[in-house]
Structures are given as structure tokens and as C-alpha cells.
């Protein structure tokens, strides 16, 4: 049996430690607001907090998890008020097809933490997720926008 603290609640999840943290997260916690995209780390679309740092999770091995604080899309809002980044994209008008924007979100929400006031430089070296749907330009103006918050 696997305990993990997820979004300040711990689950414990009968689970091969070598499972992706995604599949726990999705399939046995039920949280499924952390999306599948490539499996290799590449697109970003699952990443998630832990211990606040930006982790792809389907490529982090349950293991690994164990004992940290992980935080998904659901868990970043907090008393009901919406993190500045998701505030940020509402009023930028950011999502098209919305798939990889939670994990766009949880990966600008983890730069602004190390980084308050990135410049386009920081972004583009922090930000690899990918947008299929190509919202770059509204991507930047939100991050901006939610530095200032």
C-alpha cells in the first residue's frame, strides 16, 4: 500500500511503485483534471506539484512520490479563490481546446514561485509545454499578467 498526500488529502492506493504518478492520480484517486498527452515527459499536458516543484508525472514513478506534498490542477485554487495563473487565463482568453492547459497552469504556477517576475527569456527556457492549438502569444500575456497579481 502506497500513501500519498495529494491536494492536502492522503490516499492510499494498492499500486505497483513503478506506476507513472498520472495513472495514480487519475485512475485510483480519480482526479483526473492532470491529463494524459505523450507518456514520455514531452508535452507537459500531466504536470503537477511536488513538493512544489513542476514534475511531468507521466514519467514519475509513484516511489518517488511517496512522502511529498503533491498538488494537481484541482489543488491549486485555494479557500475557493483561484490561483493568480488561472485567474490570469481567464482574462486572457487562453484555452482553445483546453487539453494541455492544466498542465500549462501548474508549470507557470511552479516558475512564478522561483521566478516572480520572469522575463520572456525565463519563460521560454521554464514553459516547454506544448500547445497544440498554438495560444503562445495569450500564454505570455497571462503569465505577465499574473506576475503583476
Known amino acids: 500500500m502506497t500513501r500519498l498526500a495529494i491536494n492536502g488529502t492522503v490516499h492510499e492506493v494498492n499500486i505497483d511503485p513503478d506506476t507513472p504518478l498520472l495513472w495514480a492520480i487519475r485512475e485510483w ?3 483526473t483534471g492532470t491529463k494524459y498527452g505523450c507518456g514520455i515527459a514531452q508535452c507537459g499536458a500531466c504536470t503537477v506539484h511536488v513538493d512544489g516543484v513542476a514534475v511531468r508525472s507521466c514519467a514519475f514513478p509513484v516511489r518517488t512520490a511517496e512522502g511529498k506534498q503533491i498538488t494537481t ?6 479557500n475557493g479563490a483561484l490561483h493568480a495563473v488561472q485567474q490570469a487565463w481567464i482574462e ?3 484555452p482553445q481546446c483546453g487539453y494541455c492547459q492544466s498542465g500549462m497552469i501548474m508549470a507557470v504556477a511552479a516558475l512564478l514561485k ?3 517576475k520572469p522575463t ?3 519563460i521560454d527556457e521554464a514553459i516547454t ?3 497544440r492549438c498554438g495560444t503562445y502569444q495569450q500564454v505570455r500575456a497571462a503569465i505577465h499578467t499574473a506576475a503583476k497579481a
Not at 73 to 78: P, V
Open 129 to 131: 509545454n506544448i500547445c
Open 29 to 31: 484517486v480519480g482526479l
Open 120 to 122: 520572456d527569456a525565463d
Open 92 to 94: 486572457h482568453d487562453v
Open 73 to 78: 490542477i484541482e489543488g491549486l485554487a485555494t
Open 114 to 116: 522561483i521566478k516572480r
